[in-house]
């Protein structure tokens, strides 16, 4: 059966591994055992994707990052350059810690900036928007924008990737996309039309 997908000849796909058609994987990158990565993703080059981590359709991972296992990267997830995701809290190179990995899951639409870490055990929200060079210590809220080391939330982010700025009563507007959202206790959602 002929595969549906690109590889660049210089990377390395290990056996086990499920590849969805029309994604693409660039040069020197290393795609570990029993991975699942769906339909029409980019992995830029220099890529490690660590066994068994899981990535949603569409998800685009930019040079030099690396995805450890416990990681499951929903669809329409951006990885920016050389960010990271970690999988233990406590390395220590001369004790095997493979049993403690913990899981991160990265939800629908989220992006994650440039430089950027994230502390394993610590999930991402929906539509979620982490600033380059972040190391995220906590669980981020959907629609949040957090920044720095540690990272703070300093706003909240649209799905098109606009901060938005809410009126006094709740309510704020996507400059592009014109969805109206709102927050609510410290939740935002997209108000129904």
């Not at 993703?41 to 220099?46: A, D, F, R, Y």
């Not at 050389?82 to 629908?108: G, H, L, Q």
């Not at 709102?182 to 959602?189: D, F, H, I, R, T």
Request: proline share 3%; hydrophobic share 40%.
């Amino acid at each position: 059966m002929e595969k549906e997908y690109f590889a660049h000849e210089s990377a390395i796909i290990d056996t086990g591994c499920d590849i969805g058609k029309g994604t693409k994987i660039w040069h020197f990158s290393h795609v570990m055992s029993n991975c699942t990565i769906g339909e029409n993703c980019n992995i830029g080059q220099n890529v490690v994707i660590s066994p068994e981590v899981v990535l949603g359709r569409n998800v685009k991972v930019q040079n030099n990052v690396s995805i450890y296992t416990g990681v499951i990267c929903e669809d329409d997830v951006f990885l920016g350059p050389s960010m990271v995701f970690t999988n233990v809290i406590n390395p220590r190179s001369a004790i095997n810690r493979k049993s403690e990995y913990a899981k991160t899951v990265v939800k629908r639409g989220a992006s994650i900036g440039a430089n950027a870490t994230i502390v394993c055990g610590h999930d991402i929200g929906e539509f979620a928007f982490i600033g380059a060079g972040a190391v995220v210590t906590k669980t981020v809220p959907a629609y949040a924008l957090v920044i720095g080391n540690p990272a703070r939330q300093s706003g909240w982010m649209s799905e098109y990737g606009h901060r938005l700025k809410f009126d006094t009563e709740g309510f704020a507007i996507c400059p592009e996309s014109k969805v109206r959202y709102k927050l609510e206790n410290g939740v935002v959602s997209k108000v129904s039309e």
